[in-house]
């Protein structure tokens, strides 16, 4: 079978839809660091939408910073794939012509920084998920000893991180007397676009105060909120968009119908007319975040630790067991809900009905596993702001405690039935040791977990508040198991 390409995309049946540009001169406008699925299924449409509208300097050059996976997959396609918009009335598929240049950071770092350092490019952007920022996920500030960060600070010019190539490449450009770019975060971070200003500031400092006071009065870093849920694609999922298509993808992206990207209008290079393509620009993106990170992600790691000890391979599937949702209808109404400022005009109560709908997508198959990953980086901000506003409160926080116990079971690295868990994260290796060294008590396990500063801070682990309500739903999990303790939850532990 042919392979979809510039040259061959002109052999798509009718029903395809595909870019309504002269793809081969598109401009590239901007970087995006991390090109992977979630970034091809979400802005990259928005991206092939303004281009379609007649903005054509706002091609993407999108680079990976590990794998040469993205690239060995689209390369050979002239950066074109598949998006598939899953949902129960069938498949929808659209071809993105948005990616104009692929490179991978490790095998040629001076052409990534030399595309970054070029005039055309206006934004560099970035989903390099949480862990990819070189960060303390507790307070939000540089890990100065991260092995990344001191490989970038021994050699500069050949940077490894994301925070790496965002400092040299705008040193190169003052240097050169060229605008900066904006640097435009699309992770899951709190107030991502703060976050990531300081790491980028404070590795500068640590080259160069002179260049940091100009990154601080210069660039401009927007927060943004970014909502789509993306599963991994599957060799079947390959097979169904070939079969479409008449052309081999060898890496189609599988979304579901809904997305939403609210982005603080704060940029200092321009920028497209993202608001035309269906984007909300804003004043404040802190309530939008403050929401989807609670309600959204927060539900979402409850249901991938729980739903995978209870034998859930995907989210749809745990969904469907009246327990679950019960306990995620719980969660967000009574546990979340009170802690969040709403945004303007927002319906909060129609906000919740469709995230339980999203969840029950059985078109999807979003795996509970992949959810589960990097749960290090991911728990402060999904679930543990959200504790601590409740302890301040002097609220309850019975399924947010139950949550994290189901994290701490999750990560001992073996499923209910003795089998392995394949454990991933950053922190992967310590967590398993803490666990072997503990076993599988509540009582020893518990405090060992509590004890990882870089996830729970300096304050829950000592708060019997926290501590007692988490320890009690390890010890129900141990015990009982996922599916019956989840039955169980709205009884005391």
Known sequence: MKRLSLTTIAELPAGIARPAYDVASAGIGIVHLGIGAFHRAHQAVMVDDRLAAGEGGWAICGASLRSPDTYDALAPQDGLYTVAIRSGTGDALRVIGAVRRLLVAPQDPEALLGIMSHPMVRIVSLTVTEKGYCHDPASGALREDHPDIRADLATPLQPRSAPGFLVEALRRRRAAGVRPFTV????????????????????????????????????????????????????????????????????????????????????????????????????????????????????????????????????????????????????????????????????LARYKASLVERFRNPALKHRTWQIAMDGTQKLPQRLLGTVRDRLKAGAPIERLALAVAAWMRYVTGVDEKGRPIDVRDPLSERLRRLADEAGPVAERLAPALLQIREVFGDDLATDPRFTGPVTAWLACLFRGGAKATVAAIGRAP
């Not at 968009?241 to 119908?257: K, N, Q, S, T």
Request: aromatic content about 8%; proline content about 8%; charged content about 25%.
């Open 184 to 347: 435009l975060c699309c992770d899951n971070l709190p107030a991502n676009g703060r976050t990531v200003e300081g790491v980028v500031c404070r590795l500068a400092a640590l080259r160069d105060p002179e260049l940091a006071r100009w990154i601080e009065g210069e660039v401009a870093f927007p927060s943004t909120m970014v909502d789509r849920i993306v599963p991994a694609t599957t060799n079947a999922d390959r097979v169904m968009v070939a079969e479409r298509l008449g052309l081999e993808d060898a890496w189609p992206v599988m979304a579901e119908p809904f997305t939403q990207w609210v982005i603080e209008d704060r940029f200092c290079n321009g920028r497209p007319r993202f608001e035309e393509a269906g984007a909300e620009l804003v004043s404040d993106v802190a309530p939008y975040e403050l929401m989807k990170l609670r309600l959204l992600n927060g539900s979402h790691s409850t249901i991938a630790y729980l739903g995978y000890l209870a034998g859930y391979e995907t989210v749809a599937e745990a969904m469907g067991d009246p327990s679950f949702e019960r306990l995620v209808r719980g969660l967000m109404d009574e546990e979340v809900t009170p802690t969040l400022p709403l945004p303007p005009g927002a319906d």
